[in-house]
């Protein structure tokens, strides 16, 4: 039972291995994706700023073709006005241009509005596109640095999975199975020392006489620590001082 016991040993550190292995892996993806989706969101925000672009040039374009439009009537209005021959016609032709000269104030303000958005628009769209291209940069030279360093990582995990597969093999499959569910919720460690009377998985006392039999190897099924389940191999008690 013991030689069972020191093959889960063995399988616990292989298991341990392989989840550093898989942390930095998982680490250095992470790294590049973490930059990959900042590109990709300057990216979007650099399309979007760029579409609200082209639709304020066109809006300022039509407003000052309709200011100068409404200038060319008021100016037609004015003209007009010298040629009128009564005060019925006088009054209408004034209201016409007080009504044109009002609409082009207006135009005017929104027009002067869209041009105080221009120059912060434009800022921004210049440093997405520097961002972008030192996003892009920066990318390509992380991909680069770490491509030797992932493939050396995935022939460890492949290797050190092959090792797990064999050792595996030797495991009674009911023992297996009990081992990699108490791995997996106890933070990979599942056998653990039982020393000077205590579980050194979870630091608590032992039971004198449970701990006895573990040191003699006197039990007929896989001795486990009662408070957290762990499964116990014996560590001779310490030496007393002198």
Do not use: W
């Amino acid at each position: 039972m013991r030689e069972e016991i020191v093959r889960l040993m063995d399988l616990q550190q292989v298991d341990r291995r392989l989840q550093e292995l898989e942390q930095k892996l998982s680490t250095i993806a992470g790294r590049v994706d973490q930059l990959r989706e900042q590109t990709q969101t300057s990216q979007a925000e650099l399309q979007k700023l760029a579409e609200e672009d082209q639709q304020a040039s066109a809006l300022r374009k039509k407003t000052e073709k309709e200011l100068a439009e409404g200038e060319a009537r008021i100016r037609n209005k004015r003209m007009r006005l010298n040629l009128v021959r009564t005060d019925k016609e006088l009054q209408a032709l004034t209201h016409e241009v007080d009504a044109l000269k009002e609409t082009n104030q207006r135009l005017e303000s929104e027009l002067l509005t869209m041009m105080e958005t221009v120059e912060p628009r434009a800022a921004r769209i210049k440093e997405l596109g520097e961002t972008i291209a030192k996003g892009r940069s920066q990318l390509s030279a992380a991909e680069k640095e770490i491509a030797a360093e992932v493939e050396n990582l995935r022939s460890s995990i492949a290797r050190e999975k092959r090792e797990r597969d064999r050792l595996a093999r030797e495991i009674d499959r009911p023992l297996l199975q009990r081992y990699e569910t108490i791995f997996s919720r106890r933070g990979g460690v599942a056998v653990t020392l039982a020393k000077d009377g205590t579980c050194m998985g979870c630091r608590r006392r032992l039971p004198p006489q449970f701990y006895n039999e573990i040191l003699r190897g006197q039990y007929q099924t896989v001795p486990s620590c009662p408070a957290c389940q762990r499964i116990l191999i014996a560590e001779p008690p310490s030496p007393e001082p002198a």
